[in-house]
């Protein structure tokens, strides 16, 4: 395998509350290529997000974070925020959920957009809306001339989303994290954007991280995963290994909770328990309070990863 | 529409009242003259004349001046202060936002007509005290509006976007956060202009405003309400429908602007 072109290694997140410290993240560990698209899956709340945000240092003031996020070998947590806010756009960008709320309602699109580019310098001076059309097209928008005079609020939730991912890529980073980019958007246009996130990983050799919390977002969209839960990643492989023979029991209960068609009649599984709080200490592995195979050793040791293709941090799996 | 047409016409009128009446005067204070001193209204002097025998028509077409003056003054004045220490406050948070927003509320403590009132008349009472001493009390309510809406407007996904792409904080203030508290503060402007007029002319009411012998339309109340008993009910009442017509223009104006500044509806109709 090459270097990766993202890297976090142990990467602890805190939050400083008044009811006292609250646990985001419990050692992150996850590695994305170039031009492969690595899907982040787990529940609500297990860390999703705010592992997505750590990469560009969009946290929150009370956050407390440790850990190395290497970019091509640069840690970007030791980063002053002047040189972190030079990386953003320009070799990381970000999509969110919701593109109506992230597309500012008073600026037409070609306002946007050129003011990134502008920002950027990623074209001639006064040719920018030029390059705003061109990327417009690239996403796969129609008629991009008469688009870059529209307002937010007058294009679908699918075009809108497609704007966005235009004014992320306009810099041409090597990392796109998408964060839950479909989860607003109708079955249809879902498909249709992560087919284009497909696309665009293909020809820019783009590396995407796609944190989701749906399976088929990632059977369709990901060559990788890897599983979060409860701020700790407990397996990463090939997507067609984790999710055709799971190997943590995690990501099995996960599987076997998803509602299936066809086939005999049986009730939804549910996991037993809920995730652990953030205030909660925990010694060992992180599910094993709510794991049916939990030993004694679960409780009180972190697990190892063991398996290099297909890793699982699991003790029913020593290294 | 309508109201924007009755300004334009108030504001002309300002501008060319030499052009308007024949009987400016010096200044446009009216020339006096004791021989037709409290005339009726007549063709001659549609307003009468005053204590002086000077005309009121004129002096009320010059007297919009200072009201004019003094609401665009003080309105511009709260609005940049104000718009500047609100986005500030908001968009930065912590030390910088309590210390404006203290200041700010150490000013909206006190009666702001009081607060006028004590600084009008410790200044020189004149026009520029007068101006200075309402725009004082005036800009702390921008800064509360701003800074609400700054507060709100940082914690947006496109703030977020924004930062993701490598906006630093001085441009996500001047790009994102001042457009948008834009809107709110331009119709709070235009209802301002008709309340600044209005604690204007209360101030002149008190001869803390402009000068004697300059035309001033709270001046004019003041000065001729000792003759209204008499009978003289023309000295007072068309400076007070003058403040009365402007302070309600503005305040439709204001209505409005309102109406016009939702981007949306601009939207629908490009």
Same mark, same amino acid.
């Given at each position: 395998?090459?270097?990766?072109l993202?890297?976090?290694?142990?990467?602890q997140?805190?939050?400083a509350t008044a009811?006292?410290?609250s646990?985001?993240?419990?050692?992150?560990?996850?590695?994305?290529?170039?031009?492969?698209?690595?899907?982040l899956v787990?529940?609500s709340?297990?860390g999703?997000?705010?592992t997505?945000?750590?990469?560009?240092g969009?946290?929150p003031?009370?956050?407390r974070?440790?850990?190395?996020?290497?970019?091509?070998g640069i840690?970007?947590l030791?980063?002053p925020v002047?040189?972190l806010?030079e990386i953003?756009g320009?070799r990381v960008?970000? %999509?969110f959920?919701?593109p109506a709320a992230?597309?500012?309602?008073?600026f037409?699109v070609?306002?946007?957009?050129?003011a990134?580019?502008?920002?950027?310098?990623?074209s001639?001076?006064?040719?920018e809306?030029?390059?705003?059309a061109q990327l417009?097209?690239?996403v796969r928008?129609?008629d991009?001339e008469?688009l870059?005079?529209r307002?937010p609020?007058?294009l679908?939730?699918?075009?809108?989303?497609?704007?966005?991912?235009?004014?992320a890529l306009?810099?041409?980073?090597?990392l796109?994290?998408?964060d839950?980019p479909?989860t607003s958007?109708?079955?249809t246009?879902?498909a249709? %954007?992560?087919?284009l996130?497909?696309?665009?990983?293909?020809?820019?050799?783009?590396a995407?991280?796609?944190?989701?919390?749906?399976?088929?977002?990632?059977?369709?969209?990901?060559?990788?995963?890897?599983v979060?839960?409860?701020g700790r990643?407990?397996?990463?492989g090939?997507?067609?290994?984790?999710?055709?023979s799971?190997r943590h029991p995690?990501?099995?209960?996960?599987?076997?909770a998803?509602?299936r068609?066809?086939?005999?009649?049986?009730?939804?599984q549910? %996991?037993?328990?809920?995730?652990p709080r953030g205030d909660?200490?925990?010694?060992?592995?992180?599910?094993?309070?709510?794991?049916?195979?939990?030993?004694?050793?679960?409780?009180?040791n972190?697990?190892?990863e063991?398996?290099?293709e297909?890793?699982?941090?699991?003790w029913?799996?020593?290294? | 529409?309508i109201?924007?047409?009755a300004?334009?016409?108030?504001?002309?009128a300002?501008?060319?009242?030499?052009w308007?009446?024949?009987?400016?005067g010096?200044?446009?204070?009216?020339t006096?003259?004791l021989?037709?001193a *409290?005339?009726a209204?007549s063709?001659?002097?549609p *307003?009468g004349?005053?204590?002086?025998g000077?005309?009121?028509f004129a002096?009320v077409l010059?007297?919009?001046r200072?009201?004019?003056?003094l609401?665009?003054?003080?309105v511009?004045l709260?609005?940049v202060?104000?718009?500047?220490?609100g986005?500030?406050?908001?968009?930065?948070?912590?030390w910088?936002?309590?210390i404006?927003?203290r200041?700010?509320?150490?000013?909206?403590?006190f009666?702001?007509?009081?607060?006028a009132?004590?600084l009008a008349?410790t200044?020189r009472?004149?026009?520029?005290s007068?101006?200075?001493?309402i725009?004082?009390t005036w800009?702390p309510?921008?800064t509360?509006l701003?800074?609400?809406?700054a507060?709100?407007?940082?914690?947006?996904h496109?703030?977020?976007?924004a930062?993701s792409?490598?906006a630093?904080?001085?441009?996500?203030?001047?790009?994102?956060v001042?457009?948008n508290?834009?809107?709110?503060?331009?119709?709070?402007a235009a209802?301002d202009?008709?309340?600044?007029i209005?604690?204007?002319?209360a101030?002149?009411?008190?001869?803390?405003?402009s000068?004697?012998p300059?035309?001033?339309w709270g001046r004019?109340?003041?000065?001729?309400r000792?003759y209204v008993?008499?009978?003289?009910?023309?000295l007072?009442?068309?400076?007070g429908?003058?403040?009365?017509v402007?302070?309600l223009? *503005?305040?439709?104006?204001?209505?409005g602007v309102?109406k016009?500044?939702?981007?949306?509806?601009r939207g629908?109709?490009?």
């Amino acid at each position: 395998m090459s270097v990766p072109l993202l890297e976090i290694n142990d990467l602890q997140l805190s939050f400083a509350t008044a009811l006292g410290i609250s646990r985001a993240l419990r050692g992150v560990d996850l590695a994305v290529q170039r031009g492969v698209s690595v899907g982040l899956v787990g529940e609500s709340g297990c860390g999703k997000t705010m592992t997505g945000r750590s990469v560009l240092g969009l946290l929150p003031p009370n956050a407390r974070v440790s850990g190395r996020v290497l970019l091509d070998g640069i840690d970007l947590l030791a980063l002053p925020v002047e040189r972190l806010r030079e990386i953003r756009g320009s070799r990381v960008a970000m %999509i969110f959920q919701d593109p109506a709320a992230a597309l500012n309602p008073v600026f037409s699109v070609g306002e946007q957009l050129s003011a990134v580019i502008r920002h950027h310098r990623v074209s001639l001076p006064g040719r920018e809306l030029d390059k705003a059309a061109q990327l417009l097209a690239e996403v796969r928008l129609s008629d991009p001339e008469r688009l870059l005079t529209r307002y937010p609020h007058q294009l679908s939730g699918g075009m809108q989303q497609r704007v966005m991912i235009a004014m992320a890529l306009s810099a041409s980073p090597e990392l796109l994290i998408a964060d839950e980019p479909t989860t607003s958007l109708d079955v249809t246009v879902q498909a249709q %954007i992560l087919d284009l996130l497909d696309e665009l990983r293909r020809r820019r050799e783009l590396a995407v991280l796609l944190i989701t919390h749906n399976m088929d977002v990632v059977r369709r969209a990901t060559q990788e995963v890897a599983v979060l839960y409860a701020g700790r990643v407990v397996e990463h492989g090939a997507t067609h290994e984790v999710l055709g023979s799971p190997r943590h029991p995690y990501t099995q209960a996960l599987l076997a909770a998803l509602p299936r068609l066809g086939g005999r009649r049986q009730p939804l599984q549910a %996991i037993a328990g809920s995730v652990p709080r953030g205030d909660e200490a925990i010694q060992g592995c992180v599910f094993a309070s709510r794991c049916a195979y939990a030993m004694d050793i679960c409780r009180d040791n972190p697990p190892r990863e063991s398996g290099a293709e297909h890793s699982v941090w699991c003790w029913l799996y020593p290294s | 529409m309508i109201s924007l047409v009755a300004i334009a016409l108030i504001v002309l009128a300002a501008v060319f009242a030499p052009w308007l009446t024949p009987h400016e005067g010096a200044g446009g204070t009216g020339t006096p003259d004791l021989a037709t001193a *409290f005339g009726a209204p007549s063709l001659e002097h549609p *307003f009468g004349t005053d204590d002086l025998g000077r005309d009121v028509f004129a002096r009320v077409l010059f007297g919009a001046r200072p009201s004019l003056v003094l609401g665009a003054v003080v309105v511009t004045l709260g609005m940049v202060i104000g718009t500047g220490l609100g986005a500030v406050a908001g968009f930065a948070g912590g030390w910088i936002d309590e210390i404006i927003m203290r200041f700010t509320d150490i000013i909206l403590s006190f009666p702001a007509l009081l607060l006028a009132i004590l600084l009008a008349a410790t200044l020189r009472p004149s026009l520029e005290s007068a101006i200075v001493a309402i725009s004082v009390t005036w800009w702390p309510w921008y800064t509360r509006l701003v800074r609400a809406q700054a507060v709100s407007i940082r914690e947006r996904h496109y703030v977020l976007a924004a930062r993701s792409l490598g906006a630093s904080p001085l441009w996500v203030l001047w790009h994102h956060v001042l457009p948008n508290v834009l809107g709110p503060v331009r119709v709070q402007a235009a209802l301002d202009l008709g309340a600044a007029i209005l604690v204007g002319a209360a101030l002149s009411f008190l001869g803390l405003g402009s000068q004697p012998p300059s035309p001033d339309w709270g001046r004019m109340v003041s000065d001729g309400r000792q003759y209204v008993l008499g009978g003289y009910w023309w000295l007072t009442v068309f400076p007070g429908a003058a403040i009365y017509v402007t302070a309600l223009t *503005f305040s439709f104006l204001g209505d409005g602007v309102q109406k016009a500044s939702d981007p949306r509806a601009r939207g629908m109709s490009s």
